[in-house]
């Protein structure tokens, strides 16, 4: 299959690496399949697409390239909602916000995407009993630790 986007090109992609997002993400309830795009260029950043609206695109990382011990907290019923088992692995990205002055890129700890490896089903969460920030900058040289 093929999609059209507006920053990346026309992009390849098979049927099993769509990612179903059930309750869409925050603030677009309607997007609910999107596919994950990587690329040595873009390491270790990805980019997450709508196939629905293809000029819809987030820049996306793990969390624990950030922070090596990130956690991730997801209620018992965002798990059984999204059919996520125990045995599952999940991957966890967050979504990156860009400044024109790259020192100012952040990202957001706060609600990261949660994606069943296996389902390829996902969703976003806040993590409520976490104090992991909405603005974390991204390049510094230190960790910062959850306020």
């Known amino acids: 299959m093929q999609i059209k986007t507006l920053f990346l090109g026309t992009l390849e992609f098979n049927e099993e690496s769509v990612i179903f997002f059930p309750q869409g993400m925050f603030g677009l309830?309607?997007?609910?399949?999107?596919?994950?795009?990587?690329?040595?260029?873009?390491?270790?950043?990805?980019?997450l697409v709508s196939l629905e609206t293809p000029?819809?695109?987030?820049?996306?990382?793990?969390?624990?390239?950030?922070?090596?011990?990130?956690?991730?907290?997801?209620?018992?019923?965002?798990?059984?909602?999204?059919?996520?088992?125990?045995?599952?692995?999940?991957?966890y990205w967050v979504i990156v916000t860009p400044s024109p002055e790259v020192e100012k890129t952040t990202v957001n700890l706060l609600a990261p995407l949660v994606i069943d490896a296996e389902s390829m089903r996902g969703c976003q969460v806040i993590q409520e009993q976490n104090s992991y920030?909405?603005?974390?900058?991204?390049?510094?040289?230190?960790?910062?630790?959850?306020s």
């Open 29 to 47: 309830p309607n997007l609910k399949k999107f596919i994950l795009c990587e690329g040595d260029d873009l390491a270790p950043f990805r980019y």
């Open 55 to 91: 000029e819809i695109a987030f820049l996306v990382i793990s969390p624990l390239e950030i922070i090596p011990d990130y956690e991730v907290s997801i209620h018992e019923e965002a798990r059984q909602s999204l059919l996520f088992e125990e045995k599952h692995r999940l991957i």
């Open 133 to 146: 920030p909405v603005k974390y900058i991204l390049f510094q040289d230190e960790v910062q630790p959850p």
